[in-house]
Each structure stands twice: as structure tokens, then as C-alpha cells.
């Protein structure tokens, strides 16, 4: 099983920025499609953004399109999530995860098709 470590959470004003990091271990991190989610206080866990293996495939929410970038380095075991023009409904604790059963393009949306789960890290955006 693939370990997952997000960080690069915290505290930000509406219009900043964050960029988030998930190293991964244990496993050739390459197998791996990646995805992030998100979960506010009271709300259901959210999709927000998927990568495909080789990352030439990526995927949005609606609500982050033209906001959040998500990429990967193979190189270093790593998803990122740079997060511009952050709003107040950002706010939540964010997750990576990663799905080993794909082929090299496919991306993920379902949060029950993924495999493996970070332990979270907290976005806070105030107005």
C-alpha cells in the first residue's frame, strides 16, 4: 500500500494563494493516479482535482477551474495542488489520494475508486 503525506496547509487571505504537496511512499508512485478532495465542516467529502499517471490528463471541479492547478513530479514521488485566488469557501481540510488500477491516461473522480488516503491538511481562507 502507497503512504500518502500532504502538507503546505494553513492560514490565508481571500485572493492568496497556497500551494499544496503530497509525498508518497512505499510504492513505484508512477502506478499511481492522483486525485485531491476536500471536506468542510458539516459537508461531505468533495472532489477537487485529478491527474491521470503520465499528467498529461488532469480534471477540475467546477467551483476551483481557473483557480487550482494540479501537477505531479514522478520524479520526486509528488502531487501538488497550487491553489490561486483563494475564497472564504475554500475552507476545508484537504486530502490526497491514489488510485494503483488505472491505465497511463485515465483520471479519477470517484472518491471510492481511490486506494489509499492522505491524513488530511487544514485551508483556511478568511474574508
Known amino acids: 500500500q502507497v503512504q500518502l503525506v500532504e502538507s503546505g496547509g494553513g492560514l490565508v487571505q481571500a485572493g492568496g494563494s497556497l500551494r499544496l504537496s503530497c509525498a508518497a511512499s512505499?510504492?513505484?508512485?508512477?502506478?499511481?493516479?492522483m486525485g485531491w478532495f476536500r471536506q468542510a465542516p458539516g459537508k461531505e467529502r468533495e472532489f477537487v482535482a485529478a491527474?491521470?499517471?503520465?499528467?498529461?490528463?488532469?480534471y477540475y471541479a467546477d467551483s476551483v477551474k481557473g483557480r487550482f492547478a494540479i501537477s505531479r513530479d514522478n520524479t520526486k514521488s509528488t502531487v501538488y495542488l497550487q491553489m490561486n485566488s483563494l475564497k472564504p469557501e475554500d475552507t476545508a481540510v484537504y486530502y490526497c489520494?491514489?488510485?494503483?488500477?488505472?491505465?497511463?491516461?485515465?483520471?479519477?473522480?470517484?472518491?471510492?475508486?481511490?486506494?489509499?488516503w492522505g491524513q488530511g491538511t487544514q485551508v483556511t481562507v478568511s474574508s
Open positions: 489520494a491514489a488510485d494503483g488500477r488505472r491505465d497511463w491516461t485515465t483520471v479519477v473522480r470517484g472518491a471510492g475508486l481511490y486506494d489509499a
Open positions: 491527474i491521470s499517471r503520465s499528467e498529461l490528463n488532469t
Open positions: 512505499g510504492r513505484i508512485f508512477s502506478n499511481y493516479a
